[in-house]
């Protein structure tokens, strides 16, 4: 991020105009074709860029490397203190988000949420789990608040939890019972009932965090039989 951040300033860029080619920044910043776009995604994520099919990437605002903003950290000598305390910040962001998509969506929103409702699901109940599937869904609640800083915002945590999601949290079960509120939380958002979308966003959210606390325990006293 911070070598594109880099490029576009040197190369002088103004918003409004087009980035060159995927291959033209492969060549540019050395970087293979996968890690181009998951930079473009970043910032498109972030607001920085806009990609137009069929007509290129381009930038939306001034950006350099002093000003770029970069995802969230959590201090690995205390993730579980580090996880729950992001869960605070996402109480307030994505219970509101919920309820801002329930009063805002467009019948076209609410035909995107539940196709990745219906692809989590499928993933979920093939695998037990379902990862990338479960962030779409709430990526396209998110969009349908119509307010672009949510999906911002969501998109530097996210970052935070997937580095730290493997290890130890890698397992089957993390937060499998809050499966069958996404359902409910569709049907809250497909009726425009923001009290019920609030509500039901703070149930997932609530079972993440037994979660979290029980996992990190259960560590705890792994840890401990091992040092016996």
Do not use: C
């Amino acid at each position: 991020m911070k070598a594109l951040a880099d490029f576009i300033s040197q190369s002088g860029l103004r918003p409004g105009e087009r980035l060159p080619t995927e291959r033209e920044l492969m060549q540019s910043l050395a970087v293979g074709r996968s890690t181009v776009r998951e930079v473009i995604r970043q910032f498109q994520a972030l607001g920085v860029v806009e990609s137009r099919k069929g007509s290129g990437t381009y930038l939306l605002r001034g950006i350099s490397p002093d000003t770029i903003h970069m995802p969230l950290q959590i201090d690995a000598s205390d993730l579980r203190e580090g996880l729950l305390a992001t869960l605070d910040i996402r109480r307030g962001l994505e219970a509101e988000a919920g309820a801002l998509a329930a009063l805002r969506r467009t019948s076209a929103d609410l035909e995107i949420i539940e196709a990745r409702l219906d692809e989590m699901e499928t993933v979920h109940l093939a695998e037990g789990t379902s990862g990338k599937y479960d962030l779409a869904f709430h990526l396209a609640v998110y969009d349908a608040s119509h307010n672009p800083m949510f999906g911002q915002l969501l998109e530097q945590m996210r970052e935070a939890f997937e580095r730290f999601w493997s290890k130890p949290f890698d397992r089957p079960d993390f937060a499998g019972r809050s499966f069958p509120f996404h359902r409910t939380l569709f049907d809250a958002i497909a009726a425009q009932d923001p009290q019920r979308a609030r509500n039901e966003t703070l149930a997932i959210l609530q079972i993440v965090e037994e979660d979290i606390r029980e996992m990190s325990q259960d560590i705890a006293h792994q840890s401990d039989k091992a040092m016996k």
